[in-house]
Nanobody, 114 residues
Framework: VRLVESGGGLVQPGGSLRLACAGS????????VSWYRQAPGNEREWVAS????????NYVDSVKGRFTMSRDDHNNLIYLQMNNLQPEDTAVYFC????????WGQGTQVTVSL
């Protein structure tokens, strides 16, 4: 099983990025899939999830209305569309797939700065 994130980068406040996570060796639709982030000196923080069953999405309060998580079952990808990014969103973002086992990607850096 391998998860690979992409799409991170440097963006100015108010800007947007779309992160992607490609999965191999598993089907995302069979797992609860999530995005987490970790800023320097902080613990890893849950950001958003899509449930395995009904595909409902949930978000941490600090990103509600700005971030949208989606799942592409045909291509086995998950996305995190991030709009109106702020400096406090700066972190390494990780995708996660949780079922009988727990799988993580290596992370992609998002930096929001002038």
């Amino acid at each position: 099983v391998r998860l690979v994130e992409s799409g991170g980068g440097l963006v100015q406040p108010g800007g947007s990025l779309r992160l992607a996570c490609a999965g191999s060796g598993l089907f995302f639709r069979r797992y609860e899939v999530s995005w987490y982030r970790q800023a320097p000196g902080n613990e890893r923080e849950w950001v958003a999830s899509i449930s395995r069953g009904d595909g409902a999405s949930n978000y941490v309060d600090s990103v509600k209305g700005r971030f949208t998580m989606s799942r592409d079952d045909h291509n086995n990808l998950i996305y995190l569309q991030m709009n109106n990014l702020q400096p406090e969103d700066t972190a390494v973002y990780f995708c996660n797939a949780r079922g009988h086992s727990d799988y993580w990607g290596q992370g992609t850096q998002v930096t929001v700065s002038l």
